[in-house]
């Protein structure tokens, strides 16, 4: 989180209550409008190249991107509001503090991970945003058809979360492809990826 973003939110709460408004004010609204209470969701979705191109192919599913880095999330609000795209919301959080304050009433179908941050060094797994608790948390939002699907270029990861997904009460390893290819800004320089899916155990 940046400085002048804890300037402006400097607690806890105020930070839960401003994703508690983005809830109210952006995604009730919008699914309202669809007549659903469920979203795909992509954690750290960068600048929203990836994204924005499954929204314009996906008209008829509300679509959420979050991030941690401001700057990036302000270009994929840019590249959202020059295609007149209303199925589509951009929004700064972390994963596990916009996971935790989802209301009740909604739920995620499919999240998508595509190249997040690997975290090579032995003394920095922890920082993974894979981790167990994190597993429990999302199966705990996903609806019972919904997936999750990771995709890194770096194998270590690769098999550190096909093997979390493994141990996990939550998850079970699916074979399923992505619902939508195209390239995303890290994808684009690292061609060598893999991916894995798994479904929640409800
Ligand atoms: C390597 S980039 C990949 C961006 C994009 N998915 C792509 O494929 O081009 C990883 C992104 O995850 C974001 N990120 C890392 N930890 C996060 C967290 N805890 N919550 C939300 N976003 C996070 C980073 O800010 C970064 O933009």
Request: charge should be neutral.
């Amino acid at each position: 989180m940046t400085d002048t973003f804890l300037k402006t939110f400097p607690t806890d709460k105020e930070r839960e209550k401003r994703v508690g408004r983005f809830f109210e004010d952006q995604l009730l609204p919008k699914l309202n409008k669809v007549d659903d209470n469920c979203f795909d969701l992509e954690i750290g979705c960068g600048h929203g190249h990836w994204l924005t191109d499954f929204a314009i192919e996906e008209k008829n599913t509300l679509l959420i991107g979050i991030d941690l880095i401001t700057k990036r999330v302000k270009k994929a609000n840019s590249k959202m509001e020059k295609r007149n795209l209303t199925n589509l919301l951009f929004f700064k959080a972390e994963a596990k503090e916009f996971l935790t304050l989802i209301p009740e009433t909604i739920s995620i179908n499919n999240t998508y991970m595509m190249f997040p941050d690997p975290w090579p060094k032995h003394k920095h797994h922890k920082r993974r945003l894979i981790q167990p608790s994190f597993l429990s948390l999302l199966a705990s939002k996903t609806l019972p058809s919904g997936k999750f699907f990771f995709r890194t270029d770096f194998n270590p990861y690769f098999e550190w979360t096909a093997q979390h997904i493994e141990e996990s009460q939550a998850w079970t390893l699916t074979n399923d492809t992505l619902p939508y290819e195209h390239t995303s800004y890290f994808q684009d320089m690292l061609p060598d990826f893999q991916t894995c899916s798994a479904l929640p155990v409800h």
